[in-house]
């Protein structure tokens, strides 16, 4: 990913679904900050964020991964300004990369995930889950991208978006990128959108569910999938309730 | 405690009831059994307030309330139960996550306090023991892996904990075998028979009848009850077929 020098504009591939001009209102300093993160072999970085206050937020997180080293990253991306957190991860030989993240929200804001995974060395894996669910005329995007180098043979990467509208002006957008040249690779990745189900919703309810908790329930199976590989019971619940948080009130 | 008045129903624009009365009292278990077609499952969705489905006369009364004055979710919280010829999956929400937060939501439509985890799961167990339900099934996600019979067997266990005041059940029996048809005949009988309960039984077959034998039993055809009888009535339309007894009335 290029380092934004000067402000980005959708003509970018990675800013093609964003909202430049919230970026711009960060300014051009903000975008050039990266946080660094060196895990060595062997070892584990792990690390949950709630991204979403009131202000634009963007976040950018650049980690290098040792031989056998692993990085678990989990987030809950839930602004009602423009969010976007963006990880770029250089696997090293059978490292680990598990990505989780949902994003959720109503507005006209534009929510996003942006990946790039480096399998440099052969035999690791990575694994990214995404849940995308928005209202009104929200956005939410997923851009992942994976390379896989000539020698990283034995490479194992797997993506999977899935989007949940509950309005019709709502949108999802979700940008898988490969690029392998290795040859005995496993890259799998999939990406579908709907809408809420209705005859669960009418079940729900009679049942005496009422609309607004048999979308509560719902939303939270849905986004449930993005957290399944966090460990930590706690944490995967404060992620769950931060993200269903913004469910209140919309019904 | 059910009185159905000159119900029209439409979907899509179709009149599929056309003129449907019925009153179901409390303790009594009323059959209602028909062709293909002839509006037995519309009924039941006309009942608990399916969308897509349009009524355009009549009034149904239910324990003195109009019941369509009420939400789907508000006649299931004033004890309507509705019993789901295709039970629905919900991937990612479990049988007990499922049921304790309907049968909470119900208790706080009706002003009542909430269950605790522990007092719902020893209600949960004591249900799923009626209908020979292992606990661990309610610990799965709902109907989802579920075999047909499992899911009628669900509906049933699902009955039990809401302890609803009046059931309308729309061919619980379709996809049961022997044995199920006679776990879930016994439960219909175990959770609902009582004199302030009701049943309304949608069915094709004599076979559950002779588990949960009727107080009542009503012939559907093309929009309207045309006859009226005891369990004997049952019998008849199984001996002669519908055709006989249309012809008769």
Request: proline share 3%; net charge negative; glycine share 10%.
């Given at each position: 990913?290029?380092?934004?020098?000067?402000?980005?504009?959708?003509?970018?591939?990675?800013?093609?679904?964003s909202?430049?001009?919230?970026?711009?209102?960060?300014?051009?300093?903000?975008?050039?900050?990266?946080?660094?993160?060196?895990?060595?072999?062997?070892?584990?970085?792990?690390?949950?964020?709630?991204?979403g206050?009131?202000?634009?937020e963007?976040?950018?997180?650049r980690i290098?991964?040792?031989?056998?080293?692993?990085?678990?990253?989990?987030?809950?991306?839930?602004?009602?300004d423009?969010?976007?957190l963006?990880?770029?991860?250089?696997?090293?030989?059978?490292?680990?990369?598990?990505?989780?993240?949902?994003?959720?929200?109503?507005?006209?804001?534009?929510?996003?995930?942006v990946?790039?995974?480096?399998?440099?060395?052969?035999?690791?894996?990575?694994?990214?889950?995404?849940?995308?669910?928005?209202?009104?005329?929200?956005?939410?995007?997923?851009?992942?991208?994976?390379?896989?180098?000539?020698?990283?043979?034995?490479?194992?990467?797997?993506?999977?978006?899935?989007?949940?509208?509950?309005d019709?002006?709502?949108?999802?957008?979700?940008?898988?990128?490969?690029?392998?040249?290795?040859?005995?690779?496993?890259?799998?990745?999939g990406?579908?959108?709907?809408?809420?189900d209705?005859?669960?919703?009418?079940?729900?309810?009679?049942?005496?569910?009422?609309?607004?908790?048999?979308?509560?329930?719902?939303?939270?199976?849905?986004?449930?999938?993005?957290?399944v590989?966090?460990?930590?019971?706690?944490?995967?619940?404060?992620?769950?309730?931060?993200?269903?948080?913004?469910?209140?009130?919309?019904? | 405690?059910?009185?159905?008045?000159?119900?029209?129903?439409?979907?899509?624009?179709?009149?599929?009831?056309?003129?449907?009365?019925?009153?179901?009292?409390?303790?009594e278990?009323?059959?209602?059994?028909?062709?293909?077609?002839?509006?037995?499952?519309?009924?039941?969705?006309?009942?608990?307030?399916?969308?897509?489905?349009?009524?355009?006369?009549?009034?149904?009364?239910?324990?003195?309330?109009?019941?369509?004055d009420?939400?789907?979710?508000?006649?299931?919280?004033?004890?309507?139960?509705?019993g789901?010829?295709?039970?629905?999956?919900?991937?990612?929400?479990?049988?007990v996550?499922?049921?304790?937060?309907?049968?909470?939501?119900?208790?706080?439509?009706?002003?009542?306090?909430?269950?605790?985890?522990?007092?719902?799961?020893?209600?949960?167990?004591?249900?799923?023991?009626?209908?020979?339900?292992?606990m661990?099934?309610?610990?799965?996600?709902?109907?989802?892996?579920?075999?047909?019979?499992?899911?009628?067997?669900?509906?049933?266990?699902?009955?039990?904990?809401?302890?609803?005041?009046?059931?309308?059940l729309d061919?619980?029996?379709?996809?049961?075998?022997?044995?199920?048809?006679?776990?879930?005949?016994?439960?219909?009988?175990?959770?609902?028979?009582?004199?302030?309960?009701?049943?309304?039984?949608?069915?094709?077959?004599?076979?559950?009848?002779?588990?949960?034998?009727?107080d009542?039993?009503?012939?559907?055809?093309?929009?309207?009850?045309?006859?009226?009888?005891?369990?004997?009535?049952a019998?008849?339309?199984e001996?002669?077929?519908?055709?006989?007894?249309?012809?008769?009335?």
């Amino acid at each position: 990913m290029p380092e934004a020098k000067t402000l980005p504009s959708r003509r970018d591939e990675a800013w093609r679904y964003s909202d430049v001009d919230a970026a711009a209102r960060l300014g051009a300093s903000a975008l050039d900050q990266w946080r660094e993160i060196s895990v060595p072999a062997g070892t584990t970085h792990h690390e949950s964020l709630m991204i979403g206050g009131c202000d634009p937020e963007l976040h950018r997180i650049r980690i290098n991964l040792g031989d056998g080293a692993r990085a678990e990253i989990f987030a809950a991306n839930a602004g009602a300004d423009f969010t976007r957190l963006e990880v770029e991860v250089t696997l090293g030989r059978a490292a680990h990369f598990e990505f989780g993240g949902v994003t959720i929200g109503g507005g006209d804001t534009v929510r996003e995930f942006v990946t790039t995974t480096i399998h440099a060395e052969p035999e690791a894996t990575s694994n990214q889950t995404v849940r995308s669910v928005h209202w009104d005329t929200a956005t939410g995007n997923f851009l992942g991208e994976i390379k896989v180098a000539r020698h990283a043979q034995k490479t194992d990467a797997a993506q999977d978006f899935k989007g949940l509208l509950l309005d019709a002006g709502a949108s999802a957008n979700a940008v898988p990128q490969l690029e392998i040249f290795a040859d005995d690779v496993k890259c799998a990745h999939g990406a579908t959108v709907g809408q809420l189900d209705e005859a669960a919703r009418f079940y729900m309810a009679a049942r005496g569910l009422s609309p607004a908790d048999a979308q509560r329930l719902l939303v939270q199976a849905f986004i449930g999938d993005a957290f399944v590989e966090l460990g930590e019971e706690a944490e995967r619940e404060k992620l769950l309730s931060a993200a269903l948080e913004k469910l209140e009130g919309r019904l | 405690m059910l009185k159905i008045e000159n119900l029209h129903a439409e979907v899509d624009g179709k009149a599929i009831l056309k003129g449907l009365s019925l009153k179901v009292p409390a303790g009594e278990v009323h059959a209602i059994m028909g062709p293909n077609g002839a509006g037995k499952s519309t009924l039941a969705h006309v009942l608990g307030g399916k969308p897509g489905y349009d009524v355009t006369q009549g009034s149904v009364e239910f324990r003195g309330s109009d019941l369509f004055d009420l939400e789907p979710h508000e006649r299931a919280a004033t004890g309507l139960f509705l019993g789901f010829q295709y039970p629905v999956e919900i991937p990612g929400v479990s049988n007990v996550q499922f049921l304790r937060e309907a049968l909470n939501s119900q208790r706080k439509y009706r002003g009542e306090e909430p269950l605790s985890g522990g007092e719902f799961l020893k209600l949960a167990k004591e249900k799923a023991g009626l209908l020979k339900m292992d606990m661990e099934m309610l610990k799965r996600q709902v109907n989802v892996g579920f075999s047909g019979g499992e899911k009628k067997r669900a509906e049933m266990v699902q009955m039990g904990i809401l302890d609803p005041a009046f059931a309308v059940l729309d061919e619980t029996d379709s996809g049961l075998d022997i044995d199920a048809l006679r776990i879930v005949g016994e439960g219909i009988n175990s959770i609902m028979r009582s004199p302030d309960n009701g049943v309304l039984l949608i069915t094709h077959y004599q076979r559950l009848l002779d588990v949960v034998k009727p107080d009542k039993v009503s012939v559907l055809a093309d929009g309207r009850i045309i006859r009226t009888g005891g369990a004997d009535l049952a019998l008849k339309l199984e001996e002669e077929g519908y055709d006989t007894v249309m012809a008769d009335a």
